[in-house]
């Protein structure tokens, strides 16, 4: 697999536009006055299965070779309901590799999308080995959460209708769990000509506890950590990827870290203010705005809000906790 360019997120976007929503870019004047910026949010919370994850998912399925009967994929939740929609879409059969302690919300869609989940423990198994396993037996495609050229190409055209909408901007803030959005938001924001190529800088937002990109790109090397213990699963990552670490290594200015408190002080802000759900991974690139983590004050700032599936009991729970 080669690393994707700005040509294949082009692409991806003409190949996935009949299959996806192109969702809604948000504003806030009372957020704004807030944080002394303009933010222009990515709502991808109204994307088809709840999230960004749909756009690589999709492009990544539609350019398997014609022979390909069926995908295993290894996913917490978002990933896991996106191969299975779109595998579905495609007439092709999904399995689902999922970590036992996955958000049940996401496992009842997963499986109402037609997909077969098979359940593995995240803090003592291998869910590459067992998914890799399980294509081998099957003689199935693997589409990884993150690590796929086609999955970062799509997951880039978020970032790409963000920026057709609002035109130039200072800074662009994405989640960071493996990559696959930052790095497909760096080449859509970082290429291309015209008001595109005006320099934007592009920071990824991590957790506190699981800062392994952080740490990568600040050894020039690739570091893998435990499990991280967030709320955030969707980042609950312990490497970047291959692909991903070498666009994010040349295109991406900082990784900032925010701690679980942030993420639901976000969500509670969110819904107060904007009146939507954002689930705590999808909080991650709103929350380092609000919070300070990174300094926003009188810039044009694009934040994706990555996705809104989070079960409506844990939802009240957090907030009620907090």
Do not use: W
Not at 80 to 100: F, N, S, T
Not at 256 to 266: E, G, K, Q
């Amino acid at each position: 697999m080669t690393i994707p360019k700005f040509s294949d997120v082009l692409d991806a976007a003409a190949r996935i536009a009949p299959h996806i929503h192109r969702t809604p870019v948000l504003t806030s004047r009372r957020v704004d006055a807030r944080v002394d910026a303009t933010l222009f949010f990515k709502a991808e919370t109204f994307q088809r299965t709840g999230s960004f994850k749909f756009r690589g998912a999709t492009n990544a399925v539609r350019n398997l070779p014609g022979h390909v009967r069926g995908i295993v994929a290894y996913s917490s939740g978002n990933h896991a309901q996106a191969v299975a929609l779109a595998a579905r879409e495609a007439g092709l059969a999904a399995v689902i590799v999922m970590p036992r302690d996955a958000p049940e919300t996401k496992r009842r869609a997963t499986e109402g999308y037609g997909a077969q989940v098979i359940f593995y423990d995240r803090y003592t198994e291998s869910r590459e080995a067992r998914a890799q396993t399980i294509a081998d037996e099957r003689g199935y495609a693997l589409l990884p959460p993150f690590d796929h050229p086609d999955i970062i190409a799509g997951q880039g055209t978020a970032a790409l209708e963000l920026l057709e909408e609002t035109g130039p901007l200072d800074l662009l803030l994405a989640p960071a769990g493996g990559g696959g959005l930052l790095s497909g938001s760096a080449l859509a924001a970082s290429s291309g000509m015209g008001d595109r190529a005006r320099a934007t800088r592009i920071v990824g937002v991590e957790p506190q506890a699981g800062d392994d990109m952080r740490r990568s790109l600040a050894l020039g090397r690739i570091e893998t950590i435990p499990v991280p213990r967030t709320i955030a699963d969707g980042a609950q990552t312990t490497r970047i990827g291959d692909l991903t670490f070498p666009i994010i290594r040349d295109r991406v200015s900082a990784i900032a870290t925010v701690p679980d408190t942030a993420l639901v002080d976000t969500m509670r802000a969110l819904a107060g203010t904007m009146k939507i759900v954002v689930e705590p991974t999808g909080c991650l690139a709103a929350a380092a705005a609000l919070t300070g983590a990174v300094q926003v004050s009188g810039l044009r700032v694009g934040i994706i809000l990555s996705g809104g599936n989070v079960d409506m009991g844990r939802f009240v729970r957090l907030l009620q906790e907090a």
